[in-house]
């Protein structure tokens, strides 16, 4: 009588087998073909479900026209999936009673400020991590001027204004990210890259995987970034994120990633010892805030229909299929990562890429999510990813050339070039320089970063930047009612007084 139950067991595991081999088989040769419908130069990927890694795998090269191959130790940038590493370390110090998540900053950085005194009072160390302090954008503050220090950085944000009311909104922040950082630094006496490096990357095995890029500089095996220049992919020179570390400044390789990916899947225990307490590990993926509609949210929403849409510890969240799933991309120029979890399912995906905002990673992490978490291979992501942002970049075009076509022709600057040039400041903004080279104007911002400006009308000009892959922006002079005379100078939204005149 036991043995049709012992063959019907055995029958039932070899179909169970054969069924997850055969979604890996799909999803292998679905990565490639998706990889060069986006045409990605190099991806590297691992998937992660109960406590097992069912692929990891390279695709592509790790630069165009050379030879070498994207393999499982190739190294990418985690860029902003930096930030939940972050909000890992600070839960370890919650567990240790040095940091309670309601504490305010200024316990233990009595020195941080904002514009708004009431904000720098009440700010709390889970204010840092959620994007809802209420303080706009200022990543100005290190893609301008590289090699400022971060306490630099952190110091300029005394002058950082208030876009909305703290805890009122949702403005991406990667400052306070790097003010998380040095909370973890007061808080455990070790520098941000020396607390994830032993408490997080060695625990866990993840021999090649660095804190930010000077760590990695020497590691050979890695990726070069990418960008679409006038229809042409080609590579670019690394955009450095060390300034703002504890933010996304984080090198791994799919094979290291992955030992991360399963850790947050809530297997916190390693190597008999426990890394993360459990109720830490919830609060961490606990919504925080709400994201509101038309938010800064991503646009797939737009194919997955969330029914809401929040942000908890360095992760987005929505809805989907009737599961909560937990996400974030990483962004810099030229690369792209994303993470995605569902929890319930125990299963994660990770996507490094080397081209800029290939959004192929959405794609992938959704088809990931059906195959390995629903048993649905009836959608083609990458199809309709691909719809949706091509939809989106002619829009853009579209938009630009309305803007464009707003130009008051045949209009001059007010006054001789010369007249325009001179030194310009700000506490916030730092400080610009332009001056006149070959007949054209020159705005000099900070090491090799400058712009030929070309007049477009009246005193307003269009930034031609020495990275070719930035758009042209906007630089408008103004010249005083009074004297023939140049007051301060606007670019692209930052407002700098006229500091001094050339000699």
Not at 23 to 36: G, H, L, M, P, S
Not at 192 to 198: G, I, K, L, M, S
Not at 410 to 428: E, R
Request: aromatic residues 12%; hydrophobic residues 40%; proline residues 5%.
């Amino acid at each position: 009588m036991k043995k049709p139950v012992i063959l019907l067991f055995l029958i039932l595991s070899s179909a169970f087998f054969a069924y997850g081999q055969s979604n890996v088989e799909i999803f292998d040769k679905y990565v490639d073909a998706a990889r060069q419908d986006w045409n990605v130069p190099g991806l590297s990927i691992v998937v992660v479900q109960d406590g097992k890694v069912l692929l990891s795998k390279g695709y592509g090269v790790r630069e165009l026209g050379k030879d070498a191959k994207v393999d499982t130790e190739t190294l990418f940038g985690c860029m902003s999936t930096t930030k939940a590493m972050t909000s890992v370390a600070l839960g370890m110090l919650v567990d240790e009673g040095k940091v309670n998540w309601d504490d305010k900053v200024t316990k233990y950085l009595p020195y941080f400020r904002v514009d708004d005194r009431y904000v720098t009072g009440d700010l709390r160390v889970r204010d840092l991590l959620t994007h809802n302090t209420g303080v706009g954008n200022t990543d100005f503050l290190w893609v301008w001027t590289p090699e400022l220090s971060s306490d630099e950085v952190v110091r300029r944000m005394q002058y950082a204004k208030q876009a909305y009311p703290l805890r009122g909104g949702f403005i991406y922040q990667n400052i306070m990210y790097l003010v998380a950082g040095q909370v973890i630094e007061k808080a455990s006496g070790m520098k941000w890259e020396r607390f994830v490096n032993e408490r997080i990357f060695g625990p866990l095995g993840m021999k090649n995987t660095f804190p930010n890029y000077e760590y990695s500089k020497n590691y050979q095996n890695r990726s070069t970034a990418h960008f679409e220049i006038k229809g042409k992919i080609q590579p670019i020179p690394e955009d450095i994120a060390d300034p703002i570390a504890p933010a996304g400044a984080v090198w791994s390789t799919s094979d290291d990633i992955g030992k991360w990916v399963n850790f947050m899947l809530g297997n916190t225990t390693v190597n008999g010892k426990l890394l993360l307490k459990p109720e830490t590990y919830k609060e961490i993926l606990r919504p925080q805030v709400i994201i509101p509609p038309g938010g800064e949210y991503y646009p797939t929403a737009a194919l997955t229909n969330p029914h809401w849409t929040t942000y908890g510890f360095g992760w987005f969240q929505q809805d989907y299929r009737g599961e909560m799933i937990e996400f974030h991309t990483g962004s810099l120029d030229g690369r792209t990562a994303i993470i995605g979890l569902i929890p319930d399912k125990k299963l994660g995906v990770y996507v490094f890429g080397n081209l800029d905002h290939a959004e192929v990673r959405h794609a992938l992490m959704f088809k990931v999510f059906d195959l390995f978490g629903f048993g649905d291979n009836s959608r083609d992501w990458s199809k309709d990813a691909k719809a949706l942002y091509d939809g989106l970049k002619a829009k853009a075009k579209s938009q630009d050339q309305a803007e464009r076509a707003k130009r008051v022709l045949n209009t001059k600057p007010s006054l001789p070039l010369t007249a325009y040039v001179g030194k310009y400041s700000d506490p916030f903004f730092g400080s610009m320089e332009v001056t006149l080279v070959d007949g054209k104007l020159r705005l000099n911002v900070s090491g090799d970063l400058n712009a030929e400006l070309e007049h477009w009308q009246f005193d307003t000009f269009l930034s031609n930047w020495s990275k070719p892959w930035w758009e042209q922006g906007l630089v408008t002079f103004k010249v005083s009612p009074y004297s023939a005379d140049v007051d301060s100078v606007t670019v692209d939204g930052a407002v700098l007084k006229r500091e001094s005149k050339p000699n």
